[in-house]
């Protein structure tokens, strides 16, 4: 997926208007071996944190 698929799927798992959202960015890291993006962004006065595999989409870790 992209860091833009990445950014609209975690936006949507954080049940937040993705026009409230700033404050964004994405990186990648490599973990057990898979391509995955860290992306951060900022939401209604609060800050969300995601790992989010690249290649299948799923959320490894999130911490709102």
Known sequence: ISPQDALNTVV???????????????????????????????????RYRYVIDAASAEIIASHP
């Open 12 to 46: 949507r798992d954080a049940g937040v208007s993705p026009s409230l959202v700033t404050d964004i960015r994405t990186d990648t890291t490599s973990l057990d071996g898979r391509l995955c993006y860290l992306v951060d962004f900022s939401a209604s006065g609060m």
